[in-house]
């Protein structure tokens, strides 16, 4: 009786019947039983070998995907906390900002107050110039009455003194 081959050792037909990758059905007439157990079981160790470094690649990926798996998450960690730094800056700095704009705002509106005042009192300063232009052109005029009500009691002085001598020369 041929000795059994594994099933993961054989490799499918071309047509018919099953031959193994790992023999020629010509080496494998040739050869006898010891040689083909012998032959057999190193493809056997080989095809071993082969799975368990394919499994020592595939542990390798799976442990190279943990890692890459755990730095994203650590970085995706790192980002939430810098994204929350960011945003509570972006609370106070809005905070400030609303502050400064009050502030602005009470200035303008302390500098609008000072300008309407301004604008009062240049116009109080306007009023007291025309009003003490008025009372200039009313103090002169008085003045040139008064000169003149002095000239003329100059004249009627000099005519009652003239008056008066003559008077007295009678």
């Not at 054989?10 to 023999?23: D, H, K, L, R, T």
């Not at 106070?92 to 609008?112: I, Y």
């Amino acid at each position: 009786q041929p000795p059994r081959v594994p099933a993961a050792m054989a490799a499918p037909a071309a047509e018919g019947g099953g031959v193994a990758s790992w023999i020629t059905p010509a080496e494998m007439e040739a050869l006898d039983k010891p040689a083909l157990v012998a032959r057999a079981a190193a493809a056997l160790a080989k095809q071993r070998r082969d799975v368990e470094a394919e499994r020592a690649r595939a542990h390798a990926a799976e442990l190279a995907l943990e890692a890459t798996c755990e730095e994203l998450e650590a970085k995706y960690q790192a980002l939430g906390n810098e994204h929350a730094e960011v945003e509570a800056e972006k609370a106070r700095m809005g905070q400030a900002l609303a502050a400064e704009a009050k502030a602005l705002a009470e200035v303008k509106a302390q500098n609008n107050a000072a300008k309407l005042q301004l604008v009062e009192k240049d116009a109080a300063l306007e009023r007291n110039a025309a009003e003490m232009s008025e009372l200039r052109a009313a103090k002169q005029s008085q003045l040139d009455r008064a000169e003149l009500k002095a000239t003329e009691l100059a004249e009627k002085d000099a005519l009652v003194r003239e008056y008066l001598d003559r008077v007295v020369k009678l």
